[in-house]
């Protein structure tokens, strides 16, 4: 089994700043890569950022200069530090692993529960 425990989302005013947190924890081989995703209400969920096990990155345009991905590969762990904020950002956050859970294991793709950014004008 693995789970994946989000943190950090909350209320906050336009050109402020959050700090999404995602731990995974079980049974654990090896990580590809790490992601977050959001959904909006009414809108189809949308890649936000992601990470690579070799430390690639990539971002969604809208987000690009604003927000920035991290991980502690120590603790299984993957950070979205969120600047500048925007109304158009408010979602539902929802943090992403590639992982395989032993040797043998085929890649498998686990999510987080989601956590609430609402950004208010």
């Known amino acids: 089994q693995v789970q994946l425990a989000e943190s950090g989302g909350g209320l906050v005013q336009s050109g402020g700043s959050l700090r999404l947190s995602c731990a995974a924890s079980?049974?654990?081989?090896?990580?590809?890569?790490m992601g977050w995703y959001r959904q909006a209400p009414g809108n189809q969920r949308e890649l936000v950022a992601r990470i690579t096990s070799g430390g690639s990155t990539n971002y969604a345009d809208s987000v690009k200069g604003r927000f920035t991905i991290s991980r502690d590969n120590t603790k299984n762990t993957v950070f979205l530090q969120m600047n500048s904020l925007e109304p158009e950002d408010t979602a539902v956050y929802y943090c992403?692993?590639?992982?395989?859970?032993?040797?043998?294991?085929?890649?498998?793709?686990?999510w987080g529960q989601g956590t609430q950014v609402t950004v208010s004008s």
């Open positions: 992403n692993f590639q992982l395989r859970r032993s040797y043998v294991d085929y890649m498998g793709n686990y």
């Open positions: 079980g049974s654990i081989f090896s990580i590809n890569a």
